[in-house]
């Protein structure tokens, strides 16, 4: 309000009685009217009003085990029999990437090893891994507009029948890593989809409705072909409840949905633990902190981000006694600092915590039960810590 006054109070100063001298001050100071506008909109009143200040200094002594230059912590969803999301600390491996290729890191020993890319010019993303070594790897040609997929094991080999369309989700692979699933349209005219598993040893494969399409959005998680069951992520339009659903081959739901209460979640902010959950806002109103919550055989909490902070990601250790969040600046506040820190889950205490620069966006993983990984970095470059957490 004040600026406006300002600007009219000048305008009006020139109009009343007119010259060049009056108009060329002003035009002098349109540039610095320009930054002081910018400046209080972009800075100063989301400083005062949309944000909380970070007191939090950095907390906990925990050994550096090993550290991987140049490289940050890749978040790719996994496959296994049960539960689907911790499955990589389970095995004690992680992701990396750097200028376009990937790697595992394994532990013990920290040791890295560059996976297979096919040879084309466009880049490659992995979209999908299986702990015991398969992976699904994903290019898009701009100039024919099409998507191509391989199958990594070892060989590297391309999709003998691809997903055609990949605006309904990204393919999983089974949890013995024998097939791959997808979702796709029924080609009968009505729009309703289906899920397709193809082996990936032979032409086998099956077919498997989705119901309820129109009361439930749909997001193909997980595929367990020995017990015949495939996970879901489900949004509920009526109760606007999202949730983890297990659908039989056969279509028909198995058992209780898990339900991710308090929290505005989609299908990658929604974590399996066992029988519990871990979820989290994948949008909030401005202004309004983010929320972690949890449902875990250790304890079911809530926590809050501080206001101006959205969430990059979080991890949960494979016995759901900690997870960690990474915290990143949510409305462009250059006084704002990007935040990694650990949660014990039993009580939502934070019992680590380290500030990094602004819009590092870090990414996390727990390698087992007792190591934690972060990307670090210092404003030009990234490094993969891996911390011992202490008994």
């Known amino acids: 309000m004040a600026l406006q006054a300002l600007a009219a109070t000048l305008w009006y100063w020139v ?41 939090v200094s950095d907390l906990g002594d925990w050994k550096t085990v090993c550290t991987v230059p140049d490289m940050e912590l890749a978040q790719i969803r996994s496959a296994t029999r049960s539960p689907p ?23 013990p ?10 040879g084309v010019a466009t880049p490659v993303d992995v979209h999908f891994i299986w702990p015991a070594g398969v992976y699904l ?42 097939w791959v699933a997808w979702v796709e349209l029924i080609p009968d005219g009505t729009k309703h989809r289906r899920v397709v598993i193809q082996s990936l040893n032979d032409d086998r494969a099956h077919l ?54 308090g929290v505005n979640a989609q299908f990658t902010t929604l974590l399996r633990v066992g029988s519990g959950w871990v979820a989290w806002d994948a949008t909030q109103e401005a202004g309004e902190p983010y929320r972690v919550a949890w449902s875990l ?33 949510a409305i462009r506040d250059n006084y704002v600092k990007d935040a990694v820190y650990v949660l014990r889950a039993s009580d939502g205490k934070e019992i680590w915590h380290r500030n990094l620069p602004r819009y ?12 934690f990984a972060y990307t670090d970095s210092d404003g030009a470059h990234s490094t993969v810590r891996v911390l011992q957490i202490p008994e």
């Open 208 to 261: 498997v409705g989705i119901p309820d399409q129109n009361r439930s959005a749909w997001a193909l998680l997980a595929a367990d072909i020995e017990r015949q069951e495939l996970t879901f992520y489900e949004h509920t339009y009526p109760s606007g409840l999202s949730s983890l659903t297990v659908l039989g081959l056969d279509g028909e739901r198995c058992g209780q949905p898990i339900v991710a209460e």
């Open 137 to 178: 790897l994903k290019s898009w040609d701009n100039k024919t507009g099409q998507t191509h997929w391989w199958v990594g094991n070892g060989s590297l080999r391309p999709l003998s029948r691809a997903p055609a369309d990949p605006r309904f989700g990204t393919p999983v692979l089974s949890n013995d890593g024998n």
């Open 360 to 371: 590092a966006r870090s990414s996390l993983a727990f390698l087992g039960d007792k190591l």
């Open 15 to 55: 109009l009343v009685r007119p010259s060049w001298a009056r108009v060329l001050l002003v035009a002098a100071c349109a540039p610095v009217f320009v930054a002081v506008a910018n400046g209080t909109y972009l800075s100063a009143l989301p400083s005062r009003f949309m944000t909380e200040p970070d007191t």
């Open 297 to 329: 055989a250790s304890g079911r909490r809530t926590h809050h981000t501080l206001k101006g902070r959205g969430i990059t990601a979080v991890e949960v250790d494979p016995n759901g006694t900690y997870i960690a969040v990474s915290e990143t600046n």
């Open 85 to 107: 999301d911790t499955s990589l600390a389970r095995a004690g491996q992680a992701w990396l990437r750097a200028k376009g290729e990937y790697a595992v890191l394994s532990m």
């Open 109 to 118: 020993g920290c040791q890295t090893r560059l996976i297979k890319e096919p």
